[in-house]
């Protein structure tokens, strides 16, 4: 049995989606699995870029196929991107997937599955859809035409047709879960299985020995943290009207770290109000990621209300593993809201409370205590819940299950 996954990127790439997928696919390798990958050839970040069509990473089959490389900033340049994609790997796949194989297709691009179930449908495999995020429900809620009306209808029938005919549909968090079931999935079909991260790589470390910290000058500061993708189901208006409010405290400082469709709004925002609290930097190497992490003394995770349980902010399992508070904007009551507050691992802000967010930055920055109390809480619900090795044996269990399924 060949494990055959999709996914738009890949190693090198530091993507989420990318991230997830190299520890995992590289995991199962380990294990003794066959392990492949259909992906572009691109980088989330650079689109010029252009990697090998073929290669062997750590010990996984990574073939890289062509795409159109217009990049994210254009929305019609997108669709031809993913377009691209859609039939470039669907080749790719119809080449490499034979009977008794499985095919675990991400969201990356948006409806992928649907290409994956045609070729596992032809070719005697089994289908495991992998829900990083509900498309189109997700381009619905943040107002897109293109998710509206007939096309978006299609787009729903076609996603869940994908749904039903999978062995097994694999969603990140309580809030999906119970989208899906909605959506008249079997609940059977259903398995949950939260992303995660390398508790060895990404480990508490004291803030004064960080060379981070003094290289990007905020050595003496209380920071607060943004790190990772600034994309569009990210809320920053309320982040940067507490910064504008708290400029005059010289001793807090706001780092981003990353990039995305919105840090360039969010920069000149920045440059607009002559925020001089406010730092940017971009994406980390991964290993020096828990210097970026650690850098900060609490981080800032985002998600607009309207997005809960479509998607699940994944930058909240590498602050945890670091032993950082986090400061959650937006439903207290949603995925990670819900861990912060039961945890007791950081402060939930609703989204256009500036002054909570104001009150809740300045509680940690007075209380030590408090934010190192509530950074050991961050590091031991991870450790129960969110470390790799949990999340590996459940997927080695979840696709033992789907092959002994096709040979029975």
Same mark, same amino acid.
């Given at each position: 049995?060949?494990?055959?996954?999709?996914?738009?990127?890949?190693?090198?790439?530091?993507?989420?989606?990318?991230?997830?997928?190299?520890?995992?696919?590289?995991?199962?390798?380990?294990?003794?699995?066959?392990?492949?990958?259909?992906?572009?050839?691109?980088?989330?970040?650079?689109?010029?870029? !252009?990697?090998?069509?073929?290669?062997?990473?750590?010990?996984?089959?990574?073939?890289?196929?062509?795409?159109?490389?217009?990049?994210?900033?254009?929305?019609?340049?997108?669709?031809?991107?993913?377009?691209?994609?859609?039939?470039?790997?669907?080749?790719?796949?119809?080449?490499?997937?034979?009977?008794? /194989?499985?095919?675990?297709?991400?969201?990356?691009?948006?409806? +992928?599955?649907?290409?994956?179930?045609?070729?596992?449908?032809?070719?005697?495999?089994?289908?495991?859809?992998?829900?990083?995020?509900?498309?189109?429900?997700?381009?619905?809620?943040?107002?897109?035409?293109?998710?509206?009306?007939?096309?978006?209808?299609?787009?729903?029938?076609?996603? /869940?047709? !994908?749904?039903?005919?999978?062995?097994?549909?694999?969603?990140?968090?309580?809030?999906?879960?119970?989208?899906?079931?909605?959506?008249?999935?079997?609940?059977?079909?259903?398995?949950?299985?939260?992303?995660?991260?390398?508790?060895? $790589?990404?480990?508490?470390?004291?803030?004064?020995?960080?060379?981070?910290?003094?290289?990007?000058?905020?050595?003496?500061?209380?920071?607060?943290?943004?790190?990772?993708?600034?994309?569009?189901?990210?809320?920053?208006?309320?982040?940067? /009207?507490?910064?504008?409010?708290?400029?005059?405290?010289?001793?807090?400082?706001?780092?981003?770290?990353?990039?995305?469709?919105?840090?360039?709004?969010? $920069?000149?925002? +920045?440059? $607009?109000?002559?925020?001089?609290?406010?730092?940017?930097?971009?994406?980390?190497?991964?290993?020096?990621?828990?210097?970026?992490?650690?850098?900060?003394?609490?981080?800032?995770?985002?998600?607009?209300?309207?997005?809960?349980?479509?998607?699940?902010?994944?930058?909240?399992?590498?602050?945890?593993?670091?032993?950082?508070?986090?400061?959650?904007?937006?439903?207290?009551?949603?995925?990670?809201?819900?861990?912060?507050?039961?945890?007791?691992?950081?402060?939930?802000?609703?989204?256009?409370?500036?002054?909570?967010?104001?009150?809740?930055?300045?509680?940690?920055?007075?209380?030590?205590?408090?934010?190192?109390?509530?950074?050991?809480?961050?590091?031991?619900?991870?450790?129960?819940?969110?470390?790799?090795?949990?999340?590996?044996?459940?997927?080695?269990?979840?696709?033992?299950?789907?092959?002994?399924?096709?040979?029975?």
């Amino acid at each position: 049995m060949k494990i055959v996954f999709v996914n738009r990127f890949y190693a090198p790439d530091h993507s989420a989606t990318s991230q997830m997928l190299t520890d995992l696919a590289a995991a199962l390798a380990t294990h003794g699995s066959d392990v492949h990958i259909v992906t572009s050839r691109l980088l989330y970040d650079d689109p010029r870029a !252009s990697l090998g069509a073929q290669q062997v990473i750590d010990g996984v089959e990574v073939h890289r196929v062509w795409t159109s490389t217009f990049g994210r900033n254009n929305l019609l340049g997108r669709a031809l991107d993913y377009l691209s994609f859609y039939f470039a790997a669907s080749a790719k796949l119809f080449e490499i997937v034979r009977a008794g /194989d499985v095919v675990v297709a991400m969201t990356d691009p948006p409806l +992928v599955s649907v290409v994956a179930a045609w070729v596992a449908r032809l070719r005697g495999a089994r289908l495991v859809n992998w829900l990083q995020d509900l498309f189109p429900e997700v381009a619905t809620n943040l107002g897109m035409a293109s998710a509206r009306g007939a096309g978006g209808r299609l787009f729903r029938w076609l996603r /869940d047709e !994908s749904l039903h005919r999978a062995a097994a549909n694999v969603v990140v968090g309580r809030r999906m879960h119970e989208r899906v079931v909605a959506l008249g999935i079997d609940p059977s079909k259903i398995a949950q299985i939260p992303n995660w991260a390398d508790g060895k $790589e990404l480990r508490p470390a004291d803030r004064g020995t960080n060379p981070l910290r003094a290289e990007w000058r905020i050595g003496g500061e209380f920071v607060v943290g943004y790190s990772g993708n600034m994309g569009r189901a990210h809320e920053f208006q309320t982040v940067l /009207d507490a910064a504008d409010g708290m400029c005059a405290q010289t001793d807090i400082a706001f780092l981003f770290v990353g990039g995305g469709a919105q840090k360039g709004g969010v $920069e000149s925002a +920045v440059r $607009e109000r002559e925020l001089l609290n406010v730092v940017f930097k971009p994406y980390q190497p991964r290993e020096s990621l828990y210097q970026s992490l650690g850098a900060a003394d609490v981080h800032l995770v985002t998600l607009r209300p309207e997005l809960e349980g479509l998607i699940v902010p994944s930058k909240f399992y590498g602050i945890a593993a670091v032993g950082r508070p986090t400061i959650f904007i937006g439903a207290p009551e949603g995925e990670i809201g819900s861990v912060v507050r039961e945890a007791d691992c950081g402060i939930c802000v609703e989204q256009g409370d500036v002054g909570g967010l104001v009150k809740a930055i300045t509680a940690l920055r007075d209380d030590p205590e408090l934010c190192k109390r509530m950074g050991a809480n961050a590091r031991r619900v991870f450790e129960a819940r969110y470390e790799k090795a949990i999340a590996v044996g459940q997927w080695r269990r979840l696709l033992d299950g789907v092959a002994d399924k096709e040979t029975s």
